[in-house]
């Protein structure tokens, strides 16, 4: 079967959390099931996991038998316009009639096409009809056509469309538009692409044409306990919330970084016969910086592929080499760089379209850490075709420009979440001093070591979410908030949640009365005191 070639039963195992993503397509699915059209573009750099998700999506379609799924990823199909229509109108009829379920090879072409459909089938006059076509324009309505003469409603995925646009570009043909045009009802259209600057072409454009109808989603990296939940699946076994803590640090919440760490650290505690977080550092520094490692390899491509499309050059390796040392403002790149601020500006927009960088609020960031300390370190190194782990010498040297890089790590608002996560983890099952948790009338405390994230409540028919509960002997509630506290804040979540100790962790601090009338259960914490915490781990 198809389906099980493109999404294996090993892969599917693995699949993990993106329920944000699920939720927004199958509830625009129930929309178009009434009859409307709905659309998708999906954005993310390569490797972020766009393909885990329409895969998933679309298997969990299969088993809707009210619906169509139709699946074509353009990715490696020869840049040749008519060729593509082609194979665009083979793998739509092979889903029509297969459900993914046949063998697409004999649905390659239109000629063999003919002769695999029934002279009754009512597909092979629009078959015959394309093949008599040569407008490309034609041909391509003519395809759109056969999907709006089905009588169900469509779910029409097309992965890696940006190949297809530019060979559409090439040929003249306003692919979009004319899907626009054609596509009006029960059908979900979905955009996939991870070329950004040309993806980001289409949300905008579509803003304009498709009347706001085309909704972009970014993908996110993981956050911790989808960190953890992933590498779990992946070892078959339970780890521990520090050695999560490590590998969300490691790699950003990228989850293809994940993979590769987690199965070389397996490999390496295995052959070397050390333990699985000493094998954790070695597979980090091994896939990252030799050039035959998997990370190295992504990051390289990152680095060439994607500054290749940038249309400005001249600064863009200062700009970015200037970035690696955290999150900055335009001003403060111009000043340190040497440049106006305008070029920076116009820099940054595009630096921003390829989706390398990111923008929260005004201040501009790489979009992965890992991707930062590659760029930083690279520089000073002589290439390194590989590493072993008796290479003391290279893993001391890497160790050592790791930390230089990484402690300029401060602690801004988008990475305020992620960072209290992973201290939260490190310091699971420990005994400590609340003093150094931050403000409080606690002593020794010893932290829970099992956590649940996101738990909620239900009360009065309101329902009730906080950030964490760490439990064993002892019940603890943990709050994150980016906002400021005050005493009502804490009174209102003690009323909803029973516990035995309160933990506030906040970015913009507490209120002197919050500080002043602290009470015996409760540990408040603001950003210093976690920026001095992330240091002592
Ligand atoms: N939700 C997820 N759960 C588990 N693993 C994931 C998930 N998303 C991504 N991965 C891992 O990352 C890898 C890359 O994901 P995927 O192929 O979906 O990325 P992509 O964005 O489509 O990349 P490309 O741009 O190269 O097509 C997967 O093979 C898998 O190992
Ligand atoms: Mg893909």
Same mark, same amino acid.
């Given at each position: ?192 692409g991870s070329i950004r600057s040309i993806m980001y072409k289409v949300s905008m454009d579509s803003k304009e044409r498709y009347f706001l109808q085309l909704e972009t989603i970014e993908i996110q990296p993981f956050g911790l306990k989808d960190t953890w939940e992933l590498t779990e699946k992946i070892l078959g076994e339970n780890i521990s ?196 948790? #931050?403000? %409080? /009338?606690?002593? +020794?405390?010893? @932290?829970?070591?099992?956590? !649940? ?6 009360? $009065? ?47 913009? #601090?507490? %209120? /002197?009365?919050? +500080?002043?009338? @602290?009470?015996?259960?409760? !540990? ?6 976690? $920026? ?6």
């Open positions: 079967m198809y389906v099980n070639i493109l999404y294996p039963e090993n892969e599917r195992k693995l699949f993990t959390d993106r329920e944000d993503v699920l939720r927004k397509l199958n509830h625009a699915l129930s929309d178009v099931k009434k009859g409307a059209f709905r659309g998708f573009v999906i954005l993310g750099v390569r490797r972020c996991g766009k393909t885990m998700i329409l895969k998933h999506f679309l298997f969990e379609l299969l088993s809707d038998s009210s619906v169509i799924p139709i699946y074509v990823d353009f990715e490696g199909m020869p840049r040749d316009f008519n060729i593509m229509l082609d194979r665009l109108i083979g793998w739509i009829i092979f889903w029509i009639r297969t459900r993914g379920i046949g063998d697409p090879v004999e649905y390659g072409s239109p000629s063999i096409l003919i002769r695999k459909l029934g002279r009754d089938d009512a597909l092979l006059d629009s078959v015959l009809r394309f093949i008599s076509l040569t407008d490309l324009d034609l041909k391509f309505r003519s395809i759109l056509s056969i999907i709006n003469s089905l009588d169900k409603p469509v779910v029409f995925i097309l992965d890696e469309i940006q190949d297809f646009l530019i060979t559409a570009q090439e040929a003249k043909i306003d692919v979009l538009g004319i899907m626009r045009e054609m596509l009006r009802s029960k059908t979900l259209l979905v955009l996939s919330g520090a050695t999560a803590a490590k590998i969300l640090r490691l790699t950003g919440g990228f989850p293809f970084y994940i993979y590769v760490i987690t199965n070389r650290a397996r490999e390496l505690s295995e052959l070397y016969q050390i333990g699985f977080d000493e094998a954790l550092d070695i597979a980090y520094l091994q896939e990252t910086y030799s050039s035959s490692g998997i990370i190295y390899e992504h990051c390289r491509y990152l680095w060439s592929e994607y500054l290749g499309y940038a249309r400005r050059k001249r600064y863009l390796r200062s700009i970015l080499e200037d970035l690696i040392t955290g999150p900055k403002k335009i001003s403060e790149i111009a000043k340190n760089v040497g440049i106006d601020y305008n070029t920076v500006y116009i820099y940054m927009e595009e630096l921003e379209k390829l989706g390398i960088v990111k923008r929260d609020n005004n201040t501009y960031y790489i979009f992965n850490p890992v991707f930062a300390r590659w760029i930083a370190i690279r520089k000073e190194l002589p290439e390194i075709l590989r590493i072993h782990p008796e290479d003391k010498g290279i893993i001391t040297q890497l160790k050592k420009l790791e930390k230089r890089v990484s402690r300029a790590e401060r602690i801004a608002s988008h990475t305020f979440e992620m960072l209290t996560q992973r201290i939260i983890a490190e310091l699971l099952g420990t005994t400590i001093e609340a003093g150094k948790l #931050g403000e %409080t /009338k606690l002593n +020794k405390v010893k @932290i829970p070591d099992k956590i !649940i994230f996101n738990p909620t409540i239900k009360k $009065e028919n309101k329902i009730y979410e906080v950030d964490a509960i760490l439990e064993n002997d002892q019940r603890w509630v943990v709050e994150i908030t980016l906002s400021k506290i005050d005493r009502k804040y804490i009174q209102e979540t003690k009323n909803v949640w029973k516990a035995d100790i309160y933990w506030f962790i906040t970015y913009q #601090g507490y %209120t /002197k009365t919050a +500080k002043n009338n @602290i009470e015996n259960n409760e !540990i408040l914490t603001d950003k210093k005191q976690l $920026e001095k915490l992330l240091k002592g781990i």
